[in-house]
């Protein structure tokens, strides 16, 4: 079985950055796909980036700034078996509770992988990132 620890949460004020960081512990992992996600109180939640085992990173569209330019990275250390999550010029909208997870790669998610949480069977138990204007 796998577990999840996200890290790395807090608040900030617009424009900041912040580092999240999930530990992952448990068999079958460096196989599998890993991604980020975030859910705003009662509402789903969403995708916003996601890694396969090849490497291979789909982004949500909700990263991007208003000149396109994207402002989180995510990025993985197998040998560790960490996640993590770059976000820089953060504003209110992006406000949530931050949760990693991780599942099998379907072939799809090898060619692009998902951002539909139930495409992932492991999840952390969140960190929370608040941003004031």
């Known amino acids: 079985q796998v577990k999840l620890v996200e890290s790395g949460g807090g608040s900030v004020q617009a424009g900041g950055s912040l580092r999240l960081s999930c530990v992952a512990s448990?068999?079958?992992?460096?196989?599998?796909?890993m991604a980020w996600f975030r859910q705003f109180s009662e509402v789903e939640r969403e995708g916003v980036a996601s890694?396969?085992?090849?490497?291979?990173?789909?982004?949500?569209?909700?990263v991007y700034g208003g000149n396109v330019k994207r402002r989180f990275t995510i990025s993985r250390d197998r040998a560790k078996n960490i996640l993590y999550l770059d976000m820089n010029s953060l504003n209110p909208e992006d406000t949530a509770m931050y949760y990693c997870?991780?599942?099998?790669?379907?072939?799809?998610?090898?060619?692009?992988?998902?951002?539909?949480?139930?495409?992932?069977?492991?999840w952390g138990q969140g960190t929370q990132v608040t941003v004031s204007s």
């Open positions: 448990g068999d079958g992992i460096s196989g599998d796909c």
């Open positions: 890694i396969n085992d090849l490497g291979i990173i789909n982004y949500a569209d909700s």
């Open positions: 997870a991780t599942g099998t790669c379907s072939w799809a998610s090898r060619q692009r992988p998902s951002l539909l949480p139930g495409e992932y069977t492991d």
